[in-house]
């Protein structure tokens, strides 16, 4: 038995378990959340875990991820996700960040490559992919009703405006995304879509569209609001088993 942990031990820490290039590290984790290399193998995150290029960062259920990358790229990424780091390059005059969304959501905020080459970072997804010109970004794959059951318990909180929030009821599972600064662009063959913070867009396998306002499940999501959260304050409240939703030194910066 102690051959065999000592076995998944190895093979979970093992170089063939992560790709070659590390281009970041974690900032917060909670809960289950994994890194799978190109080859297969896993490797379990914590805070300061490094991440490397072309990995697909995994969150179970309940669990969320805060990434800071090289070039201060900020991304939050919500529970029962799965992201890709499909390409992440700082050399000078290739600057280039590319991922792929292949469940659940995510926010991101981009840094320096974002502001020296925006036409070379990409967010991609089945529906849609997704170009910024330097921005703070939402992405959220949604399956058959989850979207619509997690916005009937936020109806309770105001937004920040109320018109500032709408409805999901006319609207099939898919892909929403909201930019909340700066600009982004979304494209599928035949379309694209402009937007300027605050708004967002829809798509799904056979359409694209402008929203008139922002869903109430992206303006009040706490995992990917996270991105903003003093983490600081935050592993002081773990420690002392204490929520840090209850306390006001852990609001938003």
């Known amino acids: 038995q102690m051959v065999s942990w000592l076995l998944v031990g190895l093979m979970l820490g093992s170089p063939g378990a992560r790709a070659s290039a590390e281009i ?13 290399g190109t080859d297969g193998g896993v490797r379990l995150l914590a805070r300061d875990s490094a991440v490397f290029q072309q990995e697909k960062i995994a969150t179970a259920a309940e669990s969320f991820a805060v990434i800071r990358f090289r070039d201060d790229t900020k991304m939050s990424i919500r529970p029962n996700s799965e992201v890709v780091i499909d390409r992440f390059d700082e050399s000078t005059g290739r600057e280039a960040a ?13 840094g320096a490559i974002g502001a020296k080459r925006p036409e070379n970072v990409r967010f991609r997804t089945r529906a849609a992919s997704i170009g910024i010109r330097g921005t703070d970004l939402v992405l959220r794959l949604c399956e058959e009703n989850e979207c619509r059951l997690e ?38 063959v035949g379309s694209r879509i402009d937007l300027e913070a605050i708004g967002s867009g829809y798509a799904n396998d056979h359409e694209m569209t402008c929203m008139n306002v922002v869903p109430r499940f992206i303006l009040h999501d706490k995992y990917l609001n996270a991105i903003d959260l003093d983490w600081r304050e935050i592993e002081v409240f773990d420690l002392l088993g204490i929520d840090p ?6 609001e938003v910066l």
């Not at 970041?24 to 799978?36: D, H, L, R």
């Not at 590319?98 to 981009?110: D, M, Q």
């Not at 318990?153 to 006319?170: G, I, N, Q, R, Y």
């Open 245 to 250: 939703d209850d306390y006001p030194a852990c």
């Open 151 to 188: 916005e009937l318990s936020m109806l309770a909180f105001e937004p920040v405006k109320t018109e500032c929030a709408t409805s999901v009821d006319d609207y099939q599972p898919g892909l929403f995304f909201a930019v909340l600064e700066g600009a982004v662009y979304s494209e599928k």
């Open 98 to 110: 590319e991922f792929s969304l292949l469940k659940g959501g995510l926010r991101a905020i981009t």
């Open 24 to 36: 970041g590290s974690v900032v917060f984790a909670k809960g289950a959340v994994s890194a799978v």
